[in-house]
């Protein structure tokens, strides 16, 4: 993700050290091609940080790859791959709009919710298809690895 960066840092380089007679135009261009050398880095380091500081979690208390946020009237991912015993938490977020997790062929549902979050533990394993209810173009499916 990071690895772009040595590239872009070299280009500004060859302005710096291009061969030619001094004058103002140079001096302008060698202080331009040190704010870029100074900058890039910086920015570089600043883009880096957030991935570097994340640990895994989505603040909800919930395993990274184990939620399905609930936002754009669509369940993202809309098939999510879980191993047996997983607890899975929906994370409703769709700028007030209700939406709810019915399942097919489960006894498990919802409330309608604009926000917080519902969790249901999948311990058998099995693909486990669901649905919103006032939205039925709304699917999504729960895959259980044994
Ligand atoms: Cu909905």
Redesign the pocket.
Known sequence: MCQGTALSVETPRHVATSHGPPGRGRAVRSALATVVLVVLPTLAVAACAPTAGYDGTDGDGARNGEAVI?SD?SFAPEVLTVPAGSTVTWIFD?GG????VVFDDLDVASELLTEDTFSHTFEEPGTYTYQ????PS?TGAIEVTP
């Open positions: 609930v009237m769709d709009l209700a939406h709810d919103c209810s006032p939205h709304m």
